[in-house]
């Protein structure tokens, strides 16, 4: 065997060997290379997506509770004055009440002490007349002078 020989059957199994993986391996393995490299830049893009987004609803998160927050004190705030409207409503309810029973009281008051005055008046016009008989000694006839027992209760 001759060196020169298989040197040279050598080189031309290397350069065909080449040429077959530049023809057949090579674009394979650049498509594939290049399809793997979009994957992973796609994945990128994604990530990056995927962070605004979540910051995008962490600051909506923020923004809504910060809103509720509002409306809740709002209507905490509503309930309290609705309350002490209600707790006005009531004293201005029990002073119309206390009021009502107070007037009641005075005019049930009112309407003894007249009737007292009249039970007065005509037991003083009995002690009158029985004081009458016992100076005058004579026996004096209520039922006939009941004009002038009357005219004298009403006088007392």
């Given at each position: 065997m001759?060196?020169?020989?298989?040197?040279i059957g050598q080189t031309?199994?290397?350069f065909v060997f080449i040429w077959f993986c530049a023809k057949f391996i090579w674009p394979v393995l650049i498509s594939m290379m290049e399809e793997r490299e979009k994957k992973i830049a796609d994945g990128l893009e994604a990530a990056e997506?995927?962070?605004k987004d979540l910051e995008l609803a962490q600051h909506k998160a923020v923004?809504?509770?910060?809103?509720?927050k509002k409306d809740a004190a709002e209507i905490i705030e509503a309930a309290n004055k609705r309350a002490s409207q209600?707790?006005?409503e009531a004293k201005d309810q029990a002073r119309v009440e206390g009021d009502r029973i107070k007037a009641a009281a005075e005019a049930d008051v009112e309407q003894e002490v007249s009737r007292a005055?009249?039970?007065?008046?005509g037991k003083v016009a009995a002690l009158a007349l029985a004081g009458a008989e016992k100076?005058?000694?004579a026996s004096i006839d209520a039922q006939a002078n009941s004009e002038l027992v009357n005219q004298l209760a009403a006088d007392l």
């Open positions: 001759n060196i020169n020989l298989t040197l031309l199994t290397f997506r995927a962070d923004q809504q509770m910060s809103e509720a209600i707790v006005e005055k009249e039970e007065l008046r100076v005058l000694g």
